[in-house]
């Protein structure tokens, strides 16, 4: 038969005080409710023109790839460019360019396709990927790739947020030049 411990024995563990859940806002009261925003449409997808000269810069860099699994997203894009003035911004997906599927591209065909476009018509999507998966925020993107692909498909950063898919056991370290 198993020793038992005293209960004076047991470690004292504080718990945090109980917070009450928010409370339930009715639906015809919701529209004007300042703890409910009901505003989705920020992360649906959009179409973004740019039109770049011989030679310019596109305002915007890209990380992501076939080789991540997590598509290709906008990892930063220069203040006054014409890409922020078009309205791209960090964390968005890139979908598409120019009707090219882009949720699942190697990275450098991306590059390719963007730099020798001279209109660029992208489908985008914003995804404030830092703010849902904070130890995946684009600073891990740039250095690490999957090393195994998890048993769920990871079609793309949001999909691996929303289906809470974050069992990835082994990740290998990439080249800081992406």
């Known amino acids: 038969m198993e020793a038992r411990l005293p209960y004076d024995d047991f470690p004292v563990v504080f718990l945090p005080p109980y917070e009450s859940p928010p409370a339930w806002v009715p639906p015809h009261e919701r529209l004007y409710h300042p703890d409910y925003n009901n505003e989705l449409t920020q992360f649906l997808p959009r179409t973004v023109v740019l039109k770049k ?8 860099n890209i990380r992501g790839g076939k080789a991540s699994q997590l598509g290709i997203f906008i990892s930063k894009v220069i203040p006054d ?8 911004q960090e964390g968005d997906q890139v979908l598409s360019v120019n009707d090219v599927d882009f949720q699942d591209i190697e990275h450098s065909k991306a ?5 020798t476009a001279r209109e660029i018509t992208m489908r985008v999507r914003y995804f404030p990927y830092s703010k849902c998966l904070p130890a995946l925020s684009l600073l891990t993107l740039q250095h690490f790739s ?10 793309s950063l949001p999909d691996l947020c929303l289906k809470g898919c974050l069992n990835v056991v082994k990740m290998r370290k990439k080249s800081p030049n992406f």
Not at 53 to 60: E, I, M, N, R, T
Not at 111 to 115: A, C, D, P, R, T
Not at 146 to 155: D, V
């Open 146 to 155: 999957l090393g195994s692909r998890p048993p769920c498909i990871l079609a």
């Open 111 to 115: 590059v390719e396709i963007l730099k």
């Open 53 to 60: 000269p011989p030679g310019a810069q596109l305002g915007f």
């Open 81 to 88: 460019s014409d890409a922020h003035r078009a309205g791209l």
